[in-house]
């Protein structure tokens, strides 16, 4: 019987072990500080940033919030940033994409102090991350893996595909189950012959876009699935709802243990999120991280 991966409550767990060490941080005199940066209007953004913000308080941390007009420059916005990498008080910085177009998101990506970028998307921390340094891990893929080891163990041999090949997601999937010893495929929209390329995956990671994408008939029997897409799709009736790269009720009849959407990865996202900002400031206040923190 396929298992449903409950990643919300796995989130929960994670934030209650992130709450406690905050804990013991504080009677130290020292609170983590996550310091969010939205620009402009951007409705599902301004919901991300609300939600990271209410669950930075909930697990005892600072949340410091910086919500720019759309019209702000990028010198304005790097102004910023400035200011936030020389504060003490903030141990984690992250500029909620997509920005305007008036402003390059690598320059500002870069802008960012690496021992504060919580998203691990500045190329120091992707470098090292890459090659097996000690390189933030961005939370999506660290929030996949999680769930993976959670539900598998011992992911050595497996065969993992990856569809998907964005920076955010495929990549640094990809190099995390390589970490793991998994012989691992990052398949996209130029993959031939996709379908049997899926059929052979024990771990399968969708990460493209596409409502529904990925049918029951391209998975292995027994494989794991972990869907990371999110998709708005409207229904006959004029409402909408939340689907997955992944054809789900097809899917389930096939997969050994599969994601849902939602209620699968997306949790883990803000969970990861606060953990890494957990980590930079452990990190930052040259403090030993605990044992069941990836090491990075």
Same mark, same amino acid.
């Given at each position: 019987?396929?298992?449903?991966?409950?990643?919300?409550?796995?989130?929960?767990?994670?934030?209650?072990?992130?709450?406690?060490?905050?804990?013991?941080?504080?009677?130290?005199?020292?609170?983590?500080?996550?310091?969010?940066?939205?620009?402009?209007?951007?409705?599902?953004?301004?919901?991300?940033?609300?939600?990271?913000?209410?669950?930075?308080?909930?697990?005892?941390?600072?949340?410091?919030?910086?919500?720019?007009?759309?019209?702000?420059?990028?010198?304005?916005?790097?102004?910023?940033?400035?200011?936030?990498?020389?504060?003490?008080?903030?141990?984690?910085?992250?500029?909620?994409?997509?920005?305007?177009?008036?402003?390059?998101?690598?320059?500002?990506?870069?802008?960012?102090?690496?021992?504060?970028?919580?998203?691990?998307?500045?190329?120091?921390?992707? /470098?090292?991350? !890459?090659?097996?340094?000690? *390189?933030?891990? =961005?939370? #999506?893929?660290?929030?996949? +893996?999680?769930?993976?080891?959670?539900?598998?163990?011992?992911?050595?041999?497996?065969?993992?595909?990856?569809?998907?090949?964005?920076?955010?997601?495929?990549?640094?999937?990809?190099?995390?189950?390589?970490?793991?010893?998994?012989?691992?495929?990052?398949?996209?929209?130029?993959?031939?012959?996709?379908?049997?390329?899926?059929?052979?995956?024990?771990?399968?990671?969708?990460?493209?876009?596409?409502?529904?994408?990925?049918?029951?008939?391209?998975?292995?029997?027994?494989?794991?699935?972990?869907?990371?897409?999110?998709?708005?799709?409207?229904?006959?009736?004029?409402?909408?709802?939340?689907?997955?790269?992944?054809?789900?009720?097809?899917?389930?009849?096939?997969? /050994?243990?599969? !994601?849902?959407?939602?209620? *699968?990865?997306? =949790?883990? #996202?803000?969970?990861?999120? +606060?953990?890494?900002?957990?980590?930079?400031?452990?990190?930052?206040?040259?403090?030993?991280?605990?044992?069941?923190?990836?090491?990075?």
């Amino acid at each position: 019987m396929t298992q449903i991966i409950d990643g919300k409550a796995f989130a929960a767990d994670l934030r209650q072990r992130i709450s406690a060490e905050v804990a013991k941080l504080r009677s130290q005199n020292i609170t983590p500080g996550l310091a969010v940066v939205l620009v402009g209007e951007d409705p599902a953004s301004q919901v991300y940033v609300r939600n990271k913000g209410i669950q930075t308080r909930e697990a005892g941390m600072s949340s410091f919030e910086h919500k720019l007009a759309e019209s702000t420059s990028q010198q304005e916005l790097l102004s910023l940033i400035s200011q936030l990498n020389q504060d003490d008080s903030v141990n984690g910085i992250l500029v909620q994409l997509p920005l305007p177009a008036q402003i390059d998101s690598d320059t500002v990506i870069n802008a960012i102090d690496p021992a504060k970028d919580v998203d691990g998307f500045h190329p120091s921390n992707v /470098g090292r991350f !890459t090659t097996g340094g000690n *390189g933030t891990i =961005p939370c #999506t893929p660290l929030g996949c +893996l999680m769930l993976l080891k959670d539900q598998l163990g011992d992911l050595s041999g497996k065969k993992a595909l990856v569809l998907g090949r964005s920076n955010i997601v495929g990549k640094p999937m990809s190099t995390l189950l390589l970490n793991e010893n998994c012989t691992v495929t990052t398949a996209h929209s130029r993959t031939r012959d996709l379908e049997q390329e899926c059929r052979t995956a024990d771990i399968l990671i969708t990460a493209v876009g596409r409502p529904n994408m990925v049918k029951g008939s391209w998975i292995k029997p027994g494989a794991t699935v972990i869907d990371v897409g999110i998709n708005r799709v409207e229904l006959e009736n004029g409402e909408a709802r939340l689907v997955g790269d992944i054809h789900f009720a097809s899917a389930a009849k096939v997969a /050994g243990a599969i !994601t849902p959407v939602p209620g *699968g990865v997306g =949790p883990m #996202t803000i969970a990861c999120l +606060l953990l890494n900002t957990l980590t930079a400031a452990m990190k930052q206040n040259e403090l030993e991280l605990p044992e069941w923190i990836p090491a990075r």
